[in-house]
């Protein structure tokens, strides 16, 4: 199992660029999300999704779009970057049921300038 | 979800018991007390978690408080590969719900 995947890596954008943050998980968890953490401070939930077909918004969603077609895939659209995006974002996935343990990929540590 | 106090930093002597204490004073009957670490920049990971009784795992301890108040995630021979930020949190056993990170406790295991 590969668990939980992010690409990129690292990604440098320009202000009112859009890009997509891709996340795949190989595990069949229904549950996925993605969370944001700026320096020093805890994960922030941007948004997050218990099923194929079906999204919610998380504490900080704006400016952010997810989509989630299949289990396996939960990508997050930046649609217009801007500086205060700048972070290091975490998608994460998990079983349904007790103890709803979280797998969280390695990160994408973004840059807008 | 309940909120969750922890202090924002410890050290500790490598090969000591790491106690990592936390608050969670408004803590409902039916919330579960998490605990995740996060070594340097990696994604977080799950540790321990448990509801009234106390627990053990093949990475640590977890004492709850009689009257689940606080809470103590016990490291017994902390390495320094143990060095991270640790989280506690606390929400309902209910499937969908969300965890909540706050800024969690530095731990500094020291050579």
């Known amino acids: 199992n590969a668990g939980v995947t992010q690409t990129p890596k690292f990604q440098v954008l320009k202000t009112g660029q859009s890009m997509t943050l891709q996340c795949a998980q190989d595990m069949n968890h229904e549950y996925m999300s993605w969370y944001r953490q700026d320096p020093g401070m805890g994960l922030r939930l941007i948004h997050y999704?218990?099923?194929?077909?079906?999204?919610d918004q998380g504490e900080v969603p704006n400016g952010y779009n997810v989509s989630r077609s299949t289990t396996e895939d939960f990508p997050l659209r930046l649609l217009s970057a801007a500086p205060s995006q700048t972070s290091v974002y975490f998608c994460?996935?998990?079983?349904?049921?007790?103890?709803?343990?979280?797998?969280f990929g390695p990160g994408t540590r973004l840059t807008v300038t | 979800d309940a909120k969750t106090t922890q202090p924002p930093s410890m050290d500790c002597a490598e090969g000591r018991a790491a106690n990592l204490p936390c608050n969670h004073s408004t803590i409902s009957g039916n919330e579960y007390v998490y605990w995740y670490r996060q070594i340097h920049s990696q994604g977080p990971q799950y540790i321990i978690h448990g509801l009234k009784n106390n627990e053990t795992n093949e990475m640590a301890s977890l004492i709850i408080t009689e009257d689940r108040k606080s809470s103590t995630l016990i490291l017994p021979h902390a390495t320094l590969r143990d060095t991270a930020v640790y989280y506690c949190i606390v929400r309902p056993d209910n499937y969908g719900q969300n965890f909540v990170f706050g800024p969690g406790t530095r731990l500094s295991v020291l050579p």
């Open positions: 994460a996935s998990s079983v349904t049921h007790p103890p709803y343990e979280q797998y």
């Open positions: 999704s218990v099923g194929a077909g079906i999204t």
